[in-house]
């Protein structure tokens, strides 16, 4: 076989023999939708990739061949409907329960898509490109929203790049403007024949107020997702049964455990067996589904696990013994950098993202709890979708689980929920908990807002703080 970029490319992720032969096909026709050229992916293979992803491990190995596995997923949604399969799109953040249980009662004939998390993500975080350089002259009308992840969907389904599907399912917990990107979507083009489905929940708890112990707020966005899966049944004519919510949870804890075990080896072994990039990386589907299934993404975490007790035992990490580690607020996932310039400069990124563990779930999720309202109690039980004062209580209570030196929060700066209350929220807790918090402007869906020196400088500092209050 010709040693192509592309071939250099999956061969480096795993992909070998048979195995390669098969999928490089399904890769090709997603090179199109995700706009790259031959350099950008000859970069990817050469440089980009191992330089920021720790891909002397399988288990990372897998885990980013899973994203090219969705992209090509992606480009065979056109295929799917022609078979007559039905596809919800959806973006995150979303449930991962109520998306995953459609899948699960689906059986094959119904499809999940992430198209803007996914094609973002794949560009940022294995191609080294900012959603920004994508964009052309004529782009210019998709750009008034202020999100490079909403206008990078705004840009691709305007383009036609991606299909139709059958229904959309839209989110408005943690951000109030995926949803007006729908809309936006819609008067721009002749989509407004795809039925929207919404689902949102108003931001006016009182400070400090825990919203997951609001059973009337707990009840109401139960009744907006129970409704919300009766508009999409419709849609898709597949029934979503009180089993599949069951069965989407059942999946859900089992890929939450790994992922707790992971972060617990990860933070108390000293050295850090691997960095916060992984650590973004396994974390990935918290509220994320993936049209593959969980089952190989545990798969990739089962590894994992191996990998890094084997790298305890010996007491191997990227960084030595008693170096800082610093907890982190955001998803670097499409920022691998940020990861590697702390630990250029002697500093562990050592949580993959700030969000409930699963023994924190179990806590409070009931076994025998109707399903919608457990989902519904979920989502209040994150971070990014509660009030500043009950978001506070959360990290507090997150940070306190672990041996950390800081708390990295930032790179929200587009954000008008989030962003805005960041700054406020880290005095709360450092107050708290007496764990020095960093701020880092930008944001983490387009690489180009923001000098890369400025941050070098900005992160230089804030390692040097580290050190010598270590000392």
Same mark, same amino acid.
Request: aromatic fraction near 10%; charged fraction near 25%.
């Given at each position: 076989?010709?040693?192509?970029?592309?071939?250099?490319?999956?061969?480096?992720?795993?992909?070998?023999?048979?195995?390669?032969?098969?999928?490089?096909?399904?890769?090709?026709?997603?090179?199109?939708?995700?706009?790259?050229?031959?350099?950008?992916?000859?970069?990817?293979?050469?440089?980009?990739?191992?330089?920021?992803?720790?891909?002397?491990?399988?288990?990372?190995?897998?885990?980013?061949?899973?994203?090219?596995?969705?992209?090509?997923?992606?480009?065979?949604?056109?295929?799917?409907?022609?078979?007559?399969?039905?596809?919800?799109?959806?973006?995150?953040?979303?449930?991962?329960?109520?998306?995953?249980?459609?899948?699960?009662?689906?059986?094959?004939?119904?499809?999940?898509?992430?198209?803007?998390?996914?094609?973002?993500?794949?560009?940022?975080?294995?191609?080294?490109?900012?959603?920004?350089?994508?964009?052309?002259?004529?782009?210019?009308?998709?750009?008034?929203?202020?999100?490079?992840?909403?206008?990078?969907?705004?840009?691709?389904?305007?383009?036609?790049?991606?299909?139709?599907?059958?229904?959309?399912?839209?989110?408005?917990?943690?951000?109030?403007?995926?949803?007006?990107?729908?809309?936006?979507?819609?008067?721009?083009?002749?989509?407004?024949?795809?039925?929207?489905?919404?689902?949102?929940?108003?931001?006016?708890?009182?400070?400090?107020?825990?919203?997951?112990?609001?059973?009337?707020?707990?009840?109401?966005?139960?009744?907006?997702?129970?409704?919300?899966?009766?508009?999409?049944?419709?849609?898709?004519?597949?029934?979503?049964?009180?089993?599949?919510?069951?069965?989407?949870?059942?999946?859900?804890?089992?890929?939450?455990?790994?992922?707790?075990?992971?972060?617990?080896?990860?933070?108390?072994?000293?050295?850090?067996?691997?960095?916060?990039?992984?650590?973004?990386?396994?974390?990935?589907?918290?509220?994320?589904?993936?049209?593959?299934?969980? #089952?190989?993404?545990?798969? @990739? /975490?089962?590894?994992?696990?191996? %990998?890094? &007790?084997?790298?305890?035992? =010996? *007491?191997?990490?990227?960084?030595?013994?008693?170096?800082?580690?610093?907890?982190?607020?955001?998803?670097?996932?499409?920022?691998?950098?940020?990861?590697?310039?702390?630990?250029?400069?002697?500093?562990?990124?050592?949580?993959?993202?700030?969000?409930?563990?699963?023994?924190?779930?179990?806590?409070?999720?009931?076994?025998?709890?109707?399903?919608?309202?457990?989902?519904?109690?979920?989502?209040?039980?994150?971070?990014?979708?509660?009030?500043?004062?009950?978001?506070?209580?959360?990290?507090?209570?997150?940070?306190?689980?672990?041996?950390?030196?800081?708390?990295?929060?930032?790179?929200?700066?587009?954000?008008?929920?989030?962003?805005?209350?960041?700054?406020?929220?880290?005095?709360?807790?450092?107050?708290?908990?007496?764990?020095?918090?960093?701020?880092? #402007?930008?944001?983490?869906? @387009? /690489?180009?807002?923001?000098?890369? %020196?400025? &941050?070098?400088?900005?992160? =230089? *500092?804030?390692?040097?703080?580290?050190?010598?209050?270590?000392?």
């Amino acid at each position: 076989m010709e040693k192509t970029a592309s071939v250099r490319l999956l061969q480096l992720l795993g992909w070998e023999g048979e195995a390669l032969t098969a999928f490089l096909p399904a890769w090709e026709r997603a090179i199109p939708l995700l706009n790259l050229t031959e350099a950008d992916i000859a970069f990817a293979a050469d440089v980009w990739i191992p330089k920021y992803w720790d891909i002397s491990l399988k288990s990372v190995r897998k885990m980013i061949a899973l994203f090219f596995k969705e992209a090509a997923e992606l480009a065979k949604m056109e295929e799917y409907l022609r078979a007559g399969h039905k596809v919800i799109s959806t973006h995150n953040t979303s449930s991962f329960v109520c998306l995953y249980a459609n899948k699960h009662a689906g059986n094959g004939r119904l499809h999940i898509i992430y198209p803007d998390f996914i094609i973002s993500t794949m560009w940022q975080a294995f191609f080294g490109k900012s959603p920004e350089t994508n964009f052309e002259e004529e782009d210019n009308v998709v750009r008034c929203s202020h999100c490079a992840l909403n206008c990078t969907r705004a840009r691709e389904m305007t383009k036609g790049k991606i299909p139709d599907p059958t229904v959309n399912w839209s989110w408005g917990l943690f951000c109030d403007e995926a949803p007006k990107t729908v809309e936006l979507i819609e008067c721009l083009t002749s989509k407004n024949h795809v039925e929207t489905v919404l689902v949102t929940a108003p931001h006016d708890s009182a400070l400090g107020q825990v919203e997951a112990d609001n059973e009337e707020r707990v009840q109401y966005l139960s009744h907006k997702l129970r409704s919300s899966q009766d508009r999409i049944t419709a849609k898709t004519g597949i029934t979503v049964s009180e089993k599949d919510m069951r069965a989407a949870w059942d999946a859900y804890m089992s890929y939450m455990e790994r992922v707790e075990e992971i972060t617990n080896l990860v933070i108390y072994a000293d050295p850090q067996p691997v960095s916060g990039n992984e650590l973004a990386l396994f974390s990935v589907c918290m509220q994320v589904c993936f049209n593959l299934g969980i #089952e190989a993404v545990n798969e @990739a /975490l089962d590894i994992a696990i191996e %990998e890094i &007790r084997e790298r305890i035992q =010996r *007491g191997k990490g990227p960084l030595p013994k008693g170096a800082p580690k610093l907890a982190c607020y955001f998803v670097p996932l499409n920022v691998p950098w940020v990861d590697r310039m702390f630990r250029e400069n002697g500093v562990n990124l050592s949580l993959g993202r700030l969000y409930p563990l699963a023994s924190m779930m179990e806590e409070r999720l009931k076994s025998d709890e109707d399903p919608y309202l457990a989902a519904a109690r979920q989502i209040y039980m994150s971070h990014d979708a509660v009030n500043m004062g009950n978001a506070a209580s959360i990290a507090e209570s997150l940070l306190s689980r672990f041996p950390l030196d800081g708390a990295l929060i930032g790179f929200y700066d587009f954000d008008r929920w989030i962003g805005s209350l960041q700054k406020t929220e880290m005095r709360l807790v450092e107050e708290r908990t007496g764990i020095p918090h960093f701020y880092l #402007e930008g944001d983490f869906w @387009a /690489l180009n807002k923001v000098s890369a %020196e400025d &941050r070098k400088a900005v992160i =230089r *500092g804030i390692c040097n703080c580290l050190k010598i209050s270590s000392v």
